[in-house]
Each structure stands twice: as structure tokens, then as C-alpha cells.
């Protein structure tokens, strides 16, 4: 892959993408290993957006050099992740007794778990037009 500079709202991306990888995935693993029986499914969950948040991040990374496909991929996933799951926890009260990075809608982490698919899906699209303006 080769380096070119990264535009602001990239950087950002990047950031908040590794940050909560990191957040949500240490969370998931101290719940799994710990408190494994009060609410499996959310912390599966959980790490399941952790695996998510890194993939995106290595997406969003290989599509500021052009290779859009993988990055498009994963914020329509993330994104149907975090509606589905904020859905369910809404809807099924019971299956979530424990929150997990998803539920309501990313609500314990202010929601940036329901902007950031659609705020990196809108730099996509930036770079998208940029690729096909050059």
C-alpha cells in the first residue's frame, strides 16, 4: 500500500475506528472471561463489534489508496450491526441484561457506535468522487 496523506476526516476515522476496537474489544474480553453468565450474548456481541471496529478500521485505511469494495462492505455491515442489535435490545429487553457496544443504539458510548458507519459511509463516498474526478 503506499502512503499518501491522510485528510483530516480520515485521521479521524482511523482514530475513533482503533479506539473503540481497542475499547470494545477489551470490554468484551473482561466481561467474557469475568461476568461470562450474566449476559453472554451482549458480550459475544460486543466483541463481535470489536472484530468489526478493527476490520472497518483496516478498510477505511486501504480505501484512502483506492480500494473502496472492503471499506463499503463493512460500514454497510457495521451499520446493519448496530441497527439490528439496537433494535433487539430495544424490542427484547430480556436478552440483553447487560448492555453491549450496540445496544440502543450505542447509547452508553453517546451513539457514536450508530454514527460512525454512517459518518465513514459519507467519507466513502468523498473519496469516491474524488477517484473518479482525478
Same mark, same amino acid.
Do not use: N
Given at each position: &500500500?503506499?502512503? !499518501?496523506? =491522510?485528510?483530516? %476526516?480520515?485521521? +479521524? ?13 477489551? =470490554?468484551?474480553?473482561?466481561? @467474557?472471561? !469475568? ?12 466483541? /463481535?463489534?470489536?472484530? !468489526? ?11 484512502? #489508496?483506492?480500494?473502496?469494495?472492503? /471499506?463499503? +462492505? &463493512? ?6 450491526? #448496530? ?7 430495544? +424490542?427484547?429487553?430480556?436478552?440483553? %441484561?447487560?448492555?453491549? +457496544? ?10 457514536? %457506535?450508530? #454514527? @460512525?458507519? $454512517?459518518?465513514? @459511509? $459519507?467519507? @466513502? ?10
Amino acid at each position: &500500500m503506499t502512503d !499518501t496523506p =491522510r485528510s483530516g %476526516p480520515h485521521k +479521524v476515522l482511523l482514530a475513533f475506528y482503533a479506539l473503540f476496537a481497542l475499547a470494545a474489544g477489551a =470490554r468484551a474480553l473482561v466481561q @467474557l472471561t !469475568t461476568q461470562y453468565d450474566e449476559a453472554p450474548v451482549a458480550y459475544w456481541l460486543s466483541l /463481535a463489534a470489536a472484530v !468489526t471496529y478493527a476490520l472497518g478500521w483496516v478498510a477505511i485505511r486501504q480505501a484512502s #489508496v483506492g480500494r473502496t469494495g472492503f /471499506a463499503s +462492505v &463493512m460500514l454497510w455491515v457495521e451499520l446493519a450491526g #448496530v441497527l439490528t442489535v439496537g433494535t433487539l435490545s430495544l +424490542v427484547e429487553r430480556d436478552w440483553f %441484561p447487560d448492555a453491549s +457496544v450496540w445496544s440502543d443504539y450505542g447509547i452508553g458510548y453517546g451513539f457514536v %457506535p450508530a #454514527v @460512525l458507519p $454512517i459518518a465513514g @459511509l $459519507i467519507w @466513502l463516498r468523498h473519496q469516491k468522487r474524488r477517484a473518479h474526478a482525478a
